[in-house]
């Protein structure tokens, strides 16, 4: 637990350096200016040289971040498969896996699946949706075992791909949220994964408020605003025991639950704007515990938790067994857009992308 605290930590803090240009990150700027050129070459390498290996007639989504680290990505990518079936779109998902147990082979599945096999993301993923998922470190091959398994889906969505050049993409989705492009410096000297220009090349820019609607606007350059701006928000929807499967909504939870101790664990990408949005709603916590992304809160880490009622994340809770300790509680929250008209926008932009693939007599 130590040792996953302290990783924790040092996480966090190099975040904190990445949102300002001070010394520190001024020292690595040479470093980001070589990682920019690098990044171009291969850019330029696959637009110009080895075309994406993978195209489909079907429209293919890909969501992705260009801060690394969470920002809310997960949450987006169910909330936009919600969108799509209720416009009646069938649609399929492959990711990378991340955390999951090495394959040499694409695993598809559908429904409840192992977080072990698939990661703890995209097993969430499939839970929540019940659309079929494939994984793996290459996602045109992902991409092509999926249609294989299950053909009678129309649209492919890639799970955090944006740098995953290989696959041919129709539409762009890029995830931020309120750090909005951090100090704007590319990796080591800042949180970039690709320079801030690709937000204006993206069709769509999602912003994860999280409870937190200031501040983000300002960090988004100018050419970005002629593309679509979508504001996000994830809303508590209950508060789920994992032993019993009871569920309460957040008042219920309070009412019952609120005079006891109450802590709260994460181990996601931004666990301080989980323990901050519960303190907003009202829920008072004696303690919190950030661990490293992905990791799996195992019974000696519980074990360790003083408290009466622990609060953990869906995206924790995937990989707990119920019965592991009957005080975890996950909150469960639902995706919402702040543009009505978003999902007649996307369900028109697919269509007008499925008709002039199928023009072009692409299989």
Same mark, same amino acid.
């Given at each position: 637990?130590?040792?996953?605290?302290?990783?924790? +930590?040092?996480? *966090?803090?190099?975040?904190?350096?990445?949102?300002?240009r001070?010394?520190?990150?001024?020292?690595?700027?040479?470093?980001?200016?070589?990682?920019?050129?690098?990044? +171009?070459?291969?850019?330029?390498?696959?637009?110009?040289?080895?075309?994406p290996?993978?195209?489909?007639?079907?429209?293919? !989504?890909?969501?992705?971040?260009?801060?690394?680290?969470?920002?809310?990505?997960?949450?987006?990518? #169910?909330?936009?498969?919600?969108?799509?079936?209720?416009?009646?779109?069938?649609? &399929?998902v492959?990711?990378?896996?991340?955390?999951?147990?090495?394959?040499?082979?694409?695993?598809?599945?559908?429904?409840?699946l192992? /977080?072990?096999i698939?990661?703890?993301?995209?097993?969430?993923?499939?839970?929540?949706?019940?659309v079929?998922?494939?994984?793996?470190h290459?996602?045109e091959?992902?991409?092509?075992?999926l249609?294989? !398994?299950?053909?009678? #889906?129309?649209?492919?969505?890639c799970?955090?791909?944006?740098?995953?050049?290989?696959?041919?993409?129709?539409?762009?989705i890029?995830?931020?949220?309120?750090?909005?492009?951090?100090?704007g410096?590319?990796?080591?000297?800042?949180?970039l994964?690709? &320079?801030?220009?690709?937000?204006?090349?993206?069709?769509?820019?999602?912003?994860?408020?999280?409870?937190?609607?200031?501040?983000?606007?300002?960090?988004?350059?100018? +050419?970005? %605003?002629?593309h679509?701006?979508?504001?996000?928000?994830q809303? #508590?929807?209950?508060?789920?025991?994992?032993? +019993?499967?009871?569920?309460?909504?957040?008042?219920?939870?309070?009412? *019952?639950?609120?005079?006891?101790?109450?802590?709260?664990?994460?181990?996601?990408?931004?666990?301080? *704007?989980?323990?901050?949005?519960?303190?907003?709603?009202?829920?008072?916590?004696?303690?919190? /515990?950030?661990?490293?992304?992905?990791?799996?809160?195992?019974?000696?880490?519980?074990? /360790?938790?003083?408290?009466?009622?622990?609060?953990?994340?869906?995206?924790?809770?995937?990989?707990?067994?119920?019965? %592991?300790?009957?005080?975890?509680?996950?909150?469960?929250?639902?995706?919402?857009?702040?543009?009505?008209?978003?999902?007649?926008?996307?369900?028109?932009?697919?269509? *007008?992308?499925?008709?002039?693939?199928?023009s072009?007599?692409?299989?």
């Open positions: 637990m130590k040792s996953s605290s302290f990783t924790a +930590s040092t996480h *966090q803090l190099v975040h904190r350096l990445w949102l300002t001070n010394a520190i990150s001024r020292i690595l700027v040479p470093l980001a200016w070589l990682v920019e050129v690098l990044l +171009s070459v291969r850019r330029w390498y696959y637009t110009h040289v080895h075309a290996r993978f195209k489909s007639s079907l429209p293919v !989504v890909v969501i992705g971040n260009l801060y690394a680290g969470g920002t809310g990505k997960t949450p987006a990518t #169910i909330g936009l498969i919600k969108l799509l079936q209720a416009k009646g779109w069938r649609p &399929g492959i990711s990378r896996g991340y955390a999951a147990r090495p394959s040499r082979e694409p695993q598809c599945g559908v429904g409840d192992s /977080s072990d698939f990661g703890d993301e995209p097993a969430l993923i499939a839970r929540l949706t019940q079929p998922v494939c994984v793996f290459k996602r091959t992902a991409a092509t075992k249609l294989a !398994v299950h053909p009678n #889906i129309d649209v492919v969505i799970d955090d791909g944006l740098q995953h050049l290989a696959l041919a993409r129709d539409l762009e890029i995830v931020q949220d309120h750090r909005g492009v951090g100090n410096w590319v990796q080591p000297a800042g949180p994964r690709e &320079g801030v220009h690709r937000l204006a090349v993206a069709d769509v820019v999602i912003t994860n408020y999280r409870g937190n609607a200031s501040g983000v606007a300002g960090q988004i350059p100018g +050419s970005a %605003l002629t679509r701006q979508l504001a996000m928000y809303d #508590i929807v209950g508060i789920r025991h994992l032993a +019993s499967q009871e569920r309460l909504t957040l008042e219920a939870f309070l009412a *019952q639950h609120g005079q006891n101790s109450i802590c709260a664990a994460a181990a996601i990408g931004e666990p301080e *704007q989980f323990f901050q949005g519960l303190r907003q709603l009202g829920v008072r916590l004696v303690a919190t /515990s950030a661990l490293t992304d992905h990791r799996a809160l195992d019974y000696r880490f519980l074990a /360790s938790i003083d408290c009466s009622v622990i609060l953990i994340t869906a995206k924790d809770a995937i990989k707990c067994d119920p019965q %592991l300790d009957q005080r975890l509680w996950s909150v469960e929250v639902d995706t919402r857009f702040g543009d009505p008209t978003f999902a007649a926008w996307l369900d028109s932009r697919l269509t *007008q992308i499925q008709r002039n693939k199928k072009l007599g692409l299989q």
